[in-house]
T-cell receptor, first 112, second 110 residues
Framework: GQQLNQSPQSMFIQEGEDVSMNCTSS?????WLWYKQDPGEGPVLLIA?????ELTSNGRLTAQFGITRKDSFLNISASIPSDVGIYFC????????????FGQGTRLTINP | SQTIHQWPATLVQPVGSPLSLECTVE??????LYWYRQAAGRGLQLLFY??????ISSEVPQNLSASRPQDRQFILSSKKLLLSDSGFYLC?????????FGPGTRLTVL
């Protein structure tokens, strides 16, 4: 079945640093989604990407849909303490389009 | 705007007891609905999804079941809970290519 590799699994950074994480797929996706999950809460959709090459920003967050349709990255600029959490990528393939495939998450920890 | 509700927020149940978790969506019609389970510190595992009333697809064979009695209502059930059923249960909806999650139910089976 389809799998997503998300890296890194965890990051420890200083406040103010930029962050970059990415996901790669073994198959082509037509949608990439990026979520943030705080402890004890449901994931919140940050950015949705629907077209290869698309670059979308949401405040300090920027995400891109890879041109090969098999990868995506999320960047966070000038990190702040509230950025702490787990970030998940998710993709929707052509086959099995009703279902999302999720990465295993990137846990972001910020030292003030 | 669309809203998704889940209840209860937390639940502690003994092994062998029944389970019923409910999810409702407001502000949209004929959404796709999903149940996920998340173990502590882990990723999301899709359990069931539904594309319409009475239509349920199961992803993982187990002692859980799902039902969709109304367009915007999705129920997760079990007749007899196992210890391994403990986890964080998330309901989600989609009406296009994006998917939106509810606040989750923390289930502890003792």
């Amino acid at each position: 079945g389809q799998q997503l590799n998300q890296s890194p699994q965890s990051m420890f950074i200083q406040e103010g640093e930029d962050v970059s994480m990415n996901c790669t797929s073994s198959s082509i996706f037509n949608t990439w989604l990026w979520y943030k999950q705080d402890p004890g809460e449901g994931p919140v959709l940050l950015i949705a990407l629907y077209k290869a090459g698309e670059l979308t920003s949401n405040g300090r967050l920027t995400a891109q849909f890879g041109i090969t349709r098999k990868d995506s990255f999320l960047n966070i600029s000038a990190s702040i303490p509230s950025d702490v959490g787990i970030y998940f990528c998710a993709g929707r393939g052509i086959q099995g389009a009703q279902k999302l495939v999720f990465g295993q998450g990137t846990r972001l920890t910020i030292n003030p | 705007s669309q809203t998704i509700h889940q209840w209860p927020a937390t639940l502690v149940q003994p092994v062998g007891s029944p389970l019923s978790l409910e999810c409702t969506v407001e502000g949209t019609s004929n959404p796709n609905l999903y149940w996920y389970r998340q173990a502590a510190g882990r990723g999301l595992q899709l359990l069931f999804y539904s594309v319409g009333i009475g239509q349920i697809s199961s992803e993982v064979p187990q002692n859980l079941s799902a039902s969709r009695p109304q367009d915007r209502q999705f129920i997760l059930s079990s007749k007899k809970l196992l210890l391994s059923d403990s986890g964080f249960y998330l309901c989600a909806w989609s009406a296009g290519r994006s998917e939106y999650f509810g606040p989750g139910t923390r289930l502890t089976v003792l």
